[in-house]
């Protein structure tokens, strides 16, 4: 078994062909956590994982470009839905009903994203502190409900280490991790696993895999983004965590079944599934 930690296969990119793409996952042994970036796709998330039954969960939660779009101004991604970005703040009821599914088994993506980011220095402080505080309040919500947080992060490791040590987090995992070495070491200390995905072959990242521990890692694919550069210009999916797995285990000199038992177990521990 393998356990894709981040999906999105209720985005808009597998409308067409959902059911297909779910039979090749279940046939190639994957479980699938997807995860919610606002409320329709956290909602999207939800009725999919009750739909699919075993082996299929949800997260939900804003993410972070949401949280603070009055700030910029930020597309529609076609591939991930067809509604506006038009919301803003964290609606901790609307969430919370959603978390009455047993199917919820964390809170995310939140965190902080300045990649795209206000040009006056005023309005970048706004932008900063309003992600922050939305940030924030999801942590709280995630304590309330005793879920492990997925934390979205670009451009802000330093910011987010520091809220998390600031307020003592110890559960959750980096999605999509690209920061340093070092960054990534502060994190397995505050007792956080890293995410790795398809974004190994196109960053930098041999260091972190190589000094990291494998007891510290899950795997995910973030489809249908970040496809690995072995299966081209694809949509992503979650049976191409393979090649995410596999050049895992070539860095760490060990074999693919220990990359897949170890990191499953992690998994499990860390969204408490059975």
Do not use: W
Not at 156 to 175: P, S, T, W, Y
Not at 189 to 217: C, H, Q, R, T, W
Not at 225 to 234: D, H
Not at 255 to 272: C, D, P, Y
């Amino acid at each position: 078994m393998i356990i894709d930690t981040h999906s999105h296969l209720q985005f808009n990119a597998f409308k067409d062909d959902v059911g297909q793409v779910i039979k090749r996952t279940r046939e190639a042994g994957i479980r699938c956590i997807n995860v919610g970036t606002k409320y329709e796709t956290s909602k999207n998330a939800v009725e999919l994982a009750k739909i699919q039954g075993e082996g299929f969960f949800a997260a939900i939660g804003l993410h972070p470009i949401y949280a603070a779009a009055e700030f910029v101004k930020t597309k529609t991604d076609p591939d991930e839905g067809e509604f506006l970005i038009n919301e803003q703040e964290f609606e901790k009821e609307k969430y919370k009903k959603l978390a009455e599914s047993k199917k919820v088994v964390a809170i995310g993506e939140i965190g902080l994203d300045y990649y795209y980011k206000p040009k006056t220095a005023t309005k970048l402080a706004q932008f900063k502190e309003k992600q922050k505080q939305v940030f924030v309040q999801q942590l709280d919500f995630a304590r309330e409900l005793n879920l492990p947080v997925i934390l979205h992060c670009r451009m802000a490791h330093d910011e987010v280490i520091e809220i998390l040590q600031q307020r003592n987090e110890r559960r959750g995992v980096i999605h999509c991790f690209t920061g340093t070495l070092e960054q990534a070491l502060k994190y397995v200390a505050m007792d956080f696993y890293i995410g790795i995905n398809g974004i190994i072959f196109k960053l930098p990242m041999d260091e972190v895999i190589k000094n990291i521990s494998l007891e510290n890692m899950v795997v995910e694919t973030d489809c249908p983004y970040l496809t690995p550069v072995p299966e081209g210009n694809k949509r992503n999916e979650p049976i191409f965590i393979k090649h995410t797995i596999q050049k895992i285990a070539e860095l760490k000199n060990i074999n693919v079944s220990e990359i897949e038992t170890t990191t499953t177990q992690n998994a499990k521990k860390l969204f408490n599934l059975s």
